[in-house]
C-alpha cells in the first residue's frame, strides 16, 4: 500500500526519523520510500505491504495518508523516462542541502527513491535511485551516502523560501453513519473500499441541499453526477428543473430520459404563469423586480406594479407584452382592464396612474417599461412550449440562460422567474410529479422572493439544489435562509471567508489526535476551516439527511465518471 508521509511541522530531525523508522519497522519487514520534487514543493510517500495508518497515533511528527489525488497516483505509478548514468553521485550532506548543491550545478533533482529492510544490518546506509534534469533531458543514476539515512534525511524548512513541505491536514473522526452502498453513485467513499458508491439512495435527497465550493474545485461535476443518479434510480413521479445561467451544465448532463432545453432563442415559454393566488404572484414578481430596480425605495414605482400585476394575475393576463401595453396604451388599457371587477384597481388606473404617468413618469413608470423592452427578445421567439406540459412531459427541462450573451440584468429577471413560475405551479398542484428545482450559481439568479420559495417549496413536492462559488455573493436574506433551510451539505475547496461560514453550519467532529484542547470549540472551528480550505479537486466534505437522521461529517471524492 502507498501512502503519502506529512509533517505537523516544517522541522523533522534524525531522532524523529529514527523513532519513525522503529514504530514502522514493529509491523512491516521493509518499505520503499520515494521523495518527489516538483519545482519547490517536496513529497514524502511510503510503501508497504502492511497497513501502516494504523500506527499513525504514535508516528508524531509524522502521518501516514492513503488518500492521495490523482495526480500523484499517476507521477508514483510511471517512473520518468531516463538515460542511465554510470558514475554514481555521493551525499555528502543532508539532502536538502544536496538539492541545492546540484541546483548550482545545473542539475535539478527529480526524484529519489530507496528500499529499507528490517534486518539488514545496514538498513540505514541504503543506495539510493535518483532522477535529475540536466540541459533538457533527464538522467537516471545511484547514490551513495556516508551519512545514515535519518541524518541524510534530517530537515528544517521553517526559515527558507526554496523548499516546502506538506503539512498535516486534520482528519475527520469516524462517521458514526453507516451509509448503504450502491454499485452506481456519486461519490466514492473510503468505507467502502470501492466495492459499492454512496448514492442518491443512500440519503434523502428529496430534502434541499446546497452544493459550495471553488471554480475547478468539482462542483458542476457533482450535479451531473447528481442528475444522472436521479435518472437511473427514479421513475416518472419525478422531474427536474435545471437553472443554467453559464449554459455549461447542459454539456455534460447525458441522459436516456425525456428531456427538453428552453434556451429563449429557438425554443421559448412565457416567464411569467397565470395560476395560483393573484396576491402571492404579485409580491413574487415585485421581489423579482427589485433585483433591477429600486422598486421598495421608490414608492410611486411599487404602487405602479402593484397594481398592475395584481391586475393582470387577477384576470390571467399576465405577460411581458401585456404589461408594457397597460403601461404605455391608454386605449389598450381600457380593453384589457374591461372584465376586471377589482374597484381599487380600476380606481387607481382611472385616477392615480393618469397622475404618476405625466408628473413622475421618469422615475415611476420609465425604468419598468425599460427593463420591460429589455425582454423584447423573448416574445421574438416562434417555438413557444406551455411550460406546465413540458414538466408533466418531461424527466429534465433545462434552462441555458448565459449571463454572457443576455447580460446580468436579463438573466437575473429570466432566472428568478423560472424559479417562482416552478413554484407557482406546485402550490397549484398542476403537475403530478415531485419536481427538483436546481439552481447553478444561486447568486446570478437570486432573489428576495427565494426566502419564502426555500421555507415553503416542500409543503408542494418542491425540492430545491442550489450551488454557489462565493457565499459572500448571495446576499445577506437569502443566504440566511438558504443556511437555515437546507439539509444536505456538499463542501468543495473553499476559500477562507466561506469556510468560517460552513464550519459554523456543518459540525466536522475532528479525530482527537489532531486537537490540542479536546473540548476547545475554537480550535476544532479553526481545524474545520482549515479542512474545508485545503481540499484538493473532487475531494468534498458531505452532510447529508439518511433515514431523517443527520449524518456527521464525512470525507469523500466525486466518482471519476466518463463525461
Same mark, same amino acid.
Given at each position: ?8 511541522? %516544517? ?5 524523529? $526519523? ?7 519497522? !514493529?509491523?512491516? $519487514? ?23 495508518? #494504523?500506527?499513525? +497515533?504514535?508516528?508524531?511528527? %509524522? ?31 543532508? %539532502? ?25 544490518? @545496514?538498513?540505514?546506509?541504503? *543506495?539510493?535511485?535518483? $532522477? ?20 541524510? &534525511? ?13 503539512? *498535516? ?36 435527497? $428529496? ?9 475547478? !474545485? ?54 411569467? @404563469? ?84 405625466? !408628473? ?16 423584447? %427578445? *423573448? ?5 413557444? @412550449? ?104 456538499? *463542501? ?31 480550535? +476544532? ?19 447529508? &439527511? ?12 466525486? @466518482?471519476? #465518471?466518463?463525461?
Amino acid at each position: 500500500m502507498m501512502y503519502k508521509i506529512t509533517f505537523f511541522r %516544517f522541522q523533522v530531525t534524525t531522532d524523529d $526519523w529514527k523513532r519513525f523508522y522503529e514504530t514502522i519497522f !514493529s509491523v512491516a $519487514w521493509g518499505v520503499k520510500i520515494t521523495i518527489i520534487r516538483v519545482g519547490r514543493k517536496i513529497d514524502f510517500y511510503i510503501e508497504s505491504s502492511k497497513k501502516l495508518d #494504523a500506527l499513525n +497515533s504514535h508516528l508524531s511528527p %509524522f502521518y501516514l495518508s492513503s488518500d492521495l489525488t490523482s495526480q500523484e497516483q499517476t507521477i508514483l505509478q510511471s517512473e520518468p523516462t531516463a538515460t542511465m548514468r554510470v558514475v554514481p553521485f555521493i551525499f555528502t550532506d543532508p %539532502f536538502l542541502h544536496m538539492l541545492e548543491k546540484f541546483s548550482v550545478k545545473e542539475k535539478e533533482i527529480l526524484r529519489i527513491s530507496f528500499s529499507l529492510h528490517k534486518y539488514d544490518l @545496514v538498513k540505514f546506509m541504503p *543506495i539510493y535511485t535518483v $532522477w535529475y534534469a540536466k540541459n533538457g533531458a533527464v538522467w537516471k543514476t545511484t547514490a551513495y551516502s556516508p551519512l545514515h539515512n535519518p541524518v541524510f &534525511l534530517d530537515f528544517d524548512v521553517s526559515n527558507t523560501i526554496q523548499a516546502e513541505i506538506t503539512k *498535516i491536514k486534520p482528519v475527520l473522526a469516524a462517521n458514526s453513519m453507516h451509509f448503504q452502498g450502491f454499485p452506481e453513485g456519486i461519490l466514492d467513499l473510503p468505507e467502502f473500499q470501492k466495492t459499492a458508491q454512496f448514492s442518491v439512495s443512500s440519503y434523502d435527497f $428529496w430534502r434541499h441541499s446546497l452544493v459550495i465550493g471553488q471554480s475547478g !474545485s468539482g462542483k458542476s461535476f457533482l450535479l451531473k453526477l447528481l442528475i444522472d443518479d436521479i435518472a437511473k434510480k427514479t421513475n416518472d413521479d419525478y422531474a427536474i428543473v435545471l437553472v443554467d445561467p453559464h449554459a455549461s451544465l447542459e454539456q455534460l448532463v447525458k441522459i436516456k430520459r425525456p428531456s427538453k432545453s428552453i434556451n429563449f432563442k429557438t425554443i421559448g415559454t412565457d416567464l411569467f @404563469v397565470n395560476v395560483g393566488q393573484p396576491l402571492l404572484s404579485t409580491e413574487l414578481t415585485i421581489d423579482l423586480f427589485s433585483t433591477i430596480l429600486n422598486v421598495h425605495e421608490n414608492q410611486n414605482m411599487e404602487r405602479v406594479l402593484k397594481y398592475a400585476l395584481q391586475a393582470l394575475y387577477t384576470m390571467n393576463k399576465m405577460d411581458v407584452l401585456t404589461l408594457r401595453t397597460l403601461l404605455t396604451d391608454a386605449v389598450e388599457r381600457k380593453q384589457i382592464l374591461k372584465d376586471l371587477t377589482d374597484t381599487n384597481i380600476l380606481k387607481f388606473f382611472e385616477t392615480e396612474y393618469q397622475t404618476l404617468a405625466t !408628473s413622475q413618469y421618469q422615475t415611476a413608470v420609465l425604468p419598468i417599461i425599460n427593463l420591460l423592452s429589455e425582454l423584447d %427578445f *423573448i416574445n421574438s421567439v416562434t417555438n413557444k @412550449v406551455n411550460f406546465v406540459k413540458e414538466l408533466q412531459n418531461n424527466f429534465l427541462l433545462s434552462f441555458p440562460i448565459k449571463q454572457t450573451d443576455l447580460g446580468k440584468n436579463i438573466t437575473k429577471i429570466i432566472g428568478g422567474a423560472i424559479i417562482q413560475q416552478v413554484f407557482t405551479i406546485m402550490q397549484a398542484g398542476l403537475v403530478k410529479k415531485k419536481v427538483i428545482l436546481i439552481v447553478d450559481e444561486v447568486s446570478v439568479v437570486q432573489s428576495p422572493s427565494l426566502i419564502h420559495i426555500l421555507s415553503e417549496a416542500r409543503k408542494f413536492g418542491l425540492t430545491v439544489i442550489l450551488t454557489q462559488q462565493y457565499l459572500m455573493q448571495v446576499s445577506a436574506g437569502v443566504l440566511q435562509s438558504i443556511l437555515a433551510n437546507t439539509v444536505n451539505y456538499f *463542501i468543495f475547496k473553499l476559500s477562507r471567508e466561506d469556510a468560517e461560514i460552513a464550519a459554523r453550519n456543518v459540525t466536522c467532529n475532528i479525530d482527537e489526535y489532531f486537537l490540542e484542547k479536546k473540548n476547545d470549540p475554537k480550535e +476544532s472551528l479553526e481545524l474545520s476551516i482549515k479542512l474545508m480550505t485545503d481540499l484538493n479537486p473532487r475531494e468534498v466534505i458531505g452532510r447529508v &439527511l439518511a433515514n431523517d437522521r443527520y449524518s456527521d461529517a464525512f470525507k469523500a471524492k466525486t @466518482v471519476q #465518471a466518463g463525461i
